[in-house]
């Protein structure tokens, strides 16, 4: 198959850090592909049920910046990579962040 982009494309992953009302926490992936205003794919080895609530520490580093934001949300789903959740809250920060975010990566797909 001819290769028709101009630019290469990339998968852009970053740090998160899930927190659970019990006060457990670990370590997860986000790609952001998956994220939307209305939730996101965490890649894992936890398996947390359904329903539970948590927030999501989501930590964006570049070469001339740094962004920090968090998100509440419930697990919705599970698989054998990582977990969905759905956002239940979203400040206008975090809001904006992720719509830039989704607005780049649809930018870097259409190349």
């Known amino acids: 198959m001819n290769e028709r982009r101009k630019a290469q494309r990339i998968t852009f992953e970053t740090a998160a850090q899930v927190h659970l009302a019990n006060n457990e926490s670990f370590p997860a992936e986000v790609e952001t592909k998956n994220i ?3 939730g996101l794919y965490l890649k894992t080895d ?3 049920p359904i329903h ?4 999501v520490e989501i930590d ?5 910046s740094k962004m920090h934001f968090i998100v509440d ?12 959740i759905t956002i ?10 992720i719509i830039n975010l ?6 870097q797909e259409q190349t």
């Open 36 to 38: 939307s205003l209305t």
């Open 46 to 48: 936890k398996s947390i």
């Open 52 to 55: 539970t609530s948590c927030s």
């Open 60 to 64: 964006l580093r570049g070469s001339t």
């Open 73 to 84: 949300g419930k697990v919705c789903r599970h698989d054998e990579n990582g977990l969905a």
């Open 88 to 97: 239940t809250h979203l400040d206008a920060d975090s809001y904006t962040h």
């Open 102 to 107: 989704v607005n780049l990566n649809s930018a």
